[in-house]
């Protein structure tokens, strides 16, 4: 967890919800480990980032399944025969010639596009 999500984490565990002690008796000290030497603290902070954590989670889950309706959904009228094409990943390899990825092929295409970019 980076600083900023520490910083919103204690203003959380400040607010008038978590006000058990008086302010000026919390205090934020963490480790070398960056563990908070209070167990209370160190509870809450395991509780709020499996929470974030989670909804992270549901999020990348709903991206993968968009991701895959749209794979999954492909259809092609490349001679003639029915079927509508939805959505195409193309590549021009040399000019006017396009390649189709579609299926496990998208996602190599779509992989090796992702590595090439780091």
């Known amino acids: 967890m980076n600083k900023d999500q520490k910083a919103a ?3 959380w ?3 008038d919800m ?3 002690a008086p302010v000026d008796t919390i205090v934020f000290a963490t480790d070398d480990n960056g563990y908070y030497l209070d167990s209370r603290i160190q509870a809450a902070w395991r509780g ?3 929470a974030l954590e989670s909804q992270e989670v ?3 889950r709903k991206d993968a399944e968009r991701y895959r309706h749209i794979r999954d959904s492909l259809g ?3 001679d003639g ?3 509508i094409v939805r959505f195409h990943v193309s590549q021009k390899t040399e000019p006017g010639v396009a390649t189709y990825f579609y299926g496990d ?3 190599f295409a779509i992989d090796a596009a992702m590595e090439k970019q780091k």
């Open 9 to 11: 984490f204690e203003a």
């Open 13 to 15: 565990y400040m607010s």
């Open 18 to 20: 978590f006000l058990c």
């Open 48 to 50: 709020y980032r499996a």
């Open 58 to 60: 549901r999020a990348l």
């Open 76 to 78: 092609f009228n490349l």
């Open 81 to 83: 025969a029915e079927g």
């Open 105 to 107: 092929y998208l996602d």
